[in-house]
């Protein structure tokens, strides 16, 4: 199953590592340098130009490596839609 991150964003859900809220979450630093170090390797996707509420990490299986969505949707919302898809 397919999960609809924003705009036209949509990931496998199988490659899904986890949904983090950006907010709570960029409040680490080893958060803070884990998206450094993927937007320095260009491994991030802005799906949106509006302000940012979540992230999700996925892993990619073709390049082996993990791939970095920014979403404007909440976290609670795409768990939800998560959920609904993979029942």
Sequence with gaps: MYLHIGNDYMINSRNIVGIFDIENSSTSALTRDFLAAAEKNKRV????????????????????????????????TLLKRYKADNL
Excluded at 55 to 69: H, P
């Design 45 to 76: 996707t802005y799906c949106t130009y509006e302000l940012p509420k979540s992230f999700v990490v996925c892993f990619d299986d073709k390049t082996l490596e993990e791939r970095v969505y920014i979403s404007q949707l909440s976290c609670a």
